[in-house]
Nanobody, 125 residues
Framework: QVQLVESGGGFVQAGGSLRLSCAAS????????MGWFRQAPGKEREFVAA????????HYAASVKGRFTISNDNAKNTVYLQMNSLKPEDTAVYYC??????????????????WGQGTQVTVSS
């Protein structure tokens, strides 16, 4: 079983930046793709970004493309989400996720094997 711990959330004004981190431990599936999802109050959990940690390919939701960047440090078993030009509509709880399979990018909740506990991001207008 893998454990995922997010950090880096907080409060920021519109136009600002935050960087989220996700540290993986336990049975870490070191080559499995990982990603980020978010869930705003009253809404379903939605895909944000994913990365293939062995090849480095990435995938983004249209709403964040060009503003968010996902990256990873395999030596530290950590995935990052750099969020720039934040908007109030980015306000949500952000969840780290690891794919349930080594060849599947986690771009929807059914593709996720394990979730982190979530970290709150609040963007004020």
């Amino acid at each position: 079983q893998v454990q995922l711990v997010e950090s880096g959330g907080g409060f920021v004004q519109a136009g600002g930046s935050l960087r989220l981190s996700c540290a993986a431990s336990g049975r870490t599936f070191s080559t499995y793709p990982m990603g980020w999802f978010r869930q705003a109050p009253g809404k379903e959990r939605e895909f944000v970004a994913a990365i293939n940690r062995s090849g480095g390919s990435t995938h983004y939701a249209a709403s964040v493309k060009g503003r968010f960047t996902i990256s990873n440090d395999n030596a530290k078993n950590t995935v990052y989400l750099q969020m720039n030009s934040l908007k109030p509509e980015d306000t949500a709880v952000y969840y780290c996720a690891v794919s349930r399979a080594s060849i599947v990018m986690p771009v929807s909740p059914p593709m996720v094997g394990s979730w982190g506990q979530g970290t709150q991001v609040t963007v004020s207008s």
